[in-house]
């Protein structure tokens, strides 16, 4: 039964930073594409960051490119979202997912999901 559990987010000041966990279980970090979405009050979900280890395709989206980091340590099998330089637009519940596809332009078809959370960015 495959699990994904998030944690660390909160609130912080513009400028800050915050790196969210993502506990896994179920499965091998190995055998999937990993990948972070998140929603905004009143806007729909956006995918933004994925990593296909077999195709070594990292992704972005324009909007957090440069700020934010995805990774993993599959020994620990956890993926992880270093966010820096936090903008009060980066406020959204932030999901850890396992995307169909994962490619150099996008990430989409998501297969499972995560509970999600919550990061404000405010002062």
């Known amino acids: 039964q495959v699990q994904l559990v998030e944690s660390g987010g909160g609130l912080v000041q513009p400028g800050g930073s915050l790196r969210l966990s993502c506990a896994t279980s179920?499965?091998?970090?190995?055998?999937?594409?990993i990948g972070w979405f998140r929603q905004a009050p009143g806007k729909e979900r956006e995918g933004i960051s994925c990593?296909?280890?077999?195709?070594?395709?990292?992704y972005y989206a324009d909007s957090v490119k440069g700020r934010f980091t995805i990774s993993r340590d599959a020994g620990k099998n956890t993926i992880y979202l270093q966010m820096n330089n936090l903008k009060p637009e980066d406020t959204a519940v932030y999901y850890c997912?396992?995307?169909?596809?994962?490619?150099?332009?996008?990430?989409?078809?998501?297969?499972?999901w995560g509970e999600g959370t919550q990061v404000t960015v405010s002062s």
């Open positions: 990593f296909n280890s077999r195709a070594g395709i990292t």
């Open positions: 179920g499965f091998s970090l190995d055998d999937y594409a």
């Open positions: 997912v396992l995307p169909t596809a994962c490619a150099g332009v996008g990430v989409w078809g998501v297969d499972y």
